[in-house]
């Protein structure tokens, strides 16, 4: 299973190349970005991420379907895919609501244009002329110019039955949120099977997984910190399948347990993080990617650099 870190929306851009060049040497496996609202965008932070490392692997995710066309979307990714091969991952998402109403990129059929998007983007990326009359994508006879030799995983950012299960036959995998628990890991891993996902290189059943972090010598104080951002997470009422597998409350202001929280986040001492990395890598997880849960979230990432990630076997 590997390990990554996630270089937080809301910090300044220009720390991103030492920050990237640190994940890198202290061992993570990959290093992503959230492109929220309205924060920086998610294809210059990767570039940027790709050129100043040489081995660390980058994630893009979420990239809202809707904002974006395909065409243009799969001439960047390319891009980045020949500039480093093997070296880059895309998530395609729905965005949060309240964003997409924001910035007037809001649709009736948000799984349909995830579908629709994911679909052309692969078979852009694959070097084929693509013609398209959807819903939403509409392409004629478009074929990239530059289309990779080696192509980056697609996955989808989605939760519902329904969406995991589209990504199993569009995608690579599928990008859960901070909520995710072993039992939500194995669900969609099933789920995505019943939707075609089968071996690596076609769309598949892999599954990527955010995970607050909140490392400390003190498990009740570690475990306090995720709580309060645990709380906005539900409150976005949005992952309800999720939160319901992980047994937490719809209700974002009921009290939750340590344990329960301890099933869906890096929090607590480093043998505790040790375990529910292990938890998730049992489920079947196929990556881990740490993001801010404590109130130094970047001590955090330091300490299970130094604690936790010489004990994972990778």
Do not use: K
């Not at 609202?37 to 991420?49: D, K, R, S, V």
């Not at 047994?247 to 329960?260: F, G, I, K, R, Y």
């Amino acid at each position: 299973m590997r390990c990554g870190v996630r270089f937080e929306p809301d910090w300044a851009p220009e720390d991103l190349p030492a920050f990237a060049r640190w994940a890198e040497r202290v061992g993570y496996d990959e290093l992503w970005f959230s492109e929220d609202l309205p924060w920086a965008g998610g294809i210059a932070m990767a570039a940027t991420a790709l050129a100043c490392t040489q081995t660390l692997h980058v994630g893009i995710g979420l990239l809202p379907a809707s904002t974006r066309n395909p065409a243009t979307m799969a001439m960047e990714v390319a891009a980045l895919a020949r500039l480093a091969p093997g070296r880059l991952s895309v998530a395609l998402g729905q965005g949060i609501p309240s964003w997409m109403q924001q910035i007037g990129a809001a649709v009736p059929r948000p799984l349909a244009v995830l579908q629709e998007t994911a679909t052309a983007l692969r078979d852009l990326l694959q070097g084929g002329e693509v013609t398209v009359g959807g819903e939403h994508v509409h392409l004629d006879a478009v074929r990239l110019g530059f289309p990779p030799a080696v192509l980056p995983r697609i996955l989808l950012g989605t939760t519902g039955p329904r969406g995991v299960q589209v990504s199993g036959g569009h995608a690579d995998g599928v990008l859960l949120p901070e909520i995710t628990s072993p039992a939500a890991v194995q669900w969609a891993r099933r789920r995505m099977a019943e939707g075609g996902g089968h071996t690596a290189g076609e769309p598949g059943t892999g599954v990527t997984l955010l995970a607050m972090v909140s490392l400390g010598d003190d498990t009740a104080s570690a475990v306090d910190q995720v709580r309060t951002r645990m709380r906005r997470i539900v409150g976005f009422g949005v992952f309800d399948h999720l939160t319901r597998l992980a047994d937490l409350p719809l209700d974002a202001q009921a009290p939750v347990s340590d344990e329960l929280l301890q099933r869906v986040a890096v929090a607590g001492t480093p043998a505790e993080a040790l375990r529910a990395m292990r938890a998730w890598e049992a489920a079947g997880a196929d990556a881990v990617v740490l993001v801010a849960g404590a109130d130094d979230p970047r001590g955090s990432y330091r300490r299970f650099a130094e604690d936790v990630l010489p004990h994972l076997a990778r």
